[in-house]
C-alpha cells in the first residue's frame, strides 16, 4: 500500500484587504489603502510583502472603480474555495482539493503569519505487476 500525501498551499496573503467602503468614495478607499500597505509593510517575507502591496493595489483600484464588494459570509467562502479547485483536472487532485477546502485534513498556519498549509493523506492501493 503507498500513501498519496497531498498538500494544498492556500496562501492568504493579504487576507484583510476587503474594502469597507462603496464605490465611489475616493478618501475611505484612500485610508483603506493606506492602512492595508502599512499592515504589508510590517511582513518580514520580503516576497510575502511584495504580493501583499500587490494586492492592496488591486483592491484599492477594484473599490475605485465599484467591483468589489465586501463578501465575507460563510457561504460565499465554502464557494470560492471551492472554485479555487477548479483550476484542478478533473479527478482524483479536484477531488482532494475540494475535500481540503471543506475542512478535511490538517491545517497548520494562519493569514497573520502569512499563509495555511493544508495537508491530507489517504492511502491508495498500491500497484501490482
Not at 462603496?22 to 518580514?44: N, T
Not at 472554485?83 to 475540494?98: K, S, Y
Amino acid at each position: 500500500m503507498n500513501t498519496l500525501a497531498c498538500s494544498l498551499f492556500s496562501v492568504a496573503l493579504c487576507g484583510s484587504l476587503v474594502p469597507a467602503v462603496a464605490a465611489g468614495d475616493q478618501p475611505s478607499v484612500q485610508a483603506q489603502y493606506e492602512a492595508d500597505r502599512q499592515a504589508c509593510l510590517l511582513r518580514s517575507d520580503p516576497v510575502a510583502r511584495q504580493d501583499c502591496l500587490r494586492e492592496a493595489g488591486a483592491v484599492r483600484q477594484e473599490a475605485l472603480r465599484g467591483q468589489r464588494a465586501p463578501t465575507t459570509d460563510a457561504a460565499t467562502l465554502a464557494r470560492n474555495a471551492l472554485v479555487r479547485c477548479q483550476v484542478h483536472p478533473a479527478g482524483t487532485e479536484r477531488e482532494l482539493c475540494e475535500r481540503m477546502a471543506s475542512g478535511e485534513g490538517r491545517v497548520q498556519g494562519d493569514v497573520a503569519s502569512g499563509g495555511v498549509l493544508r495537508e491530507l493523506s489517504v492511502t491508495v492501493p498500491g500497484l501490482r505487476p
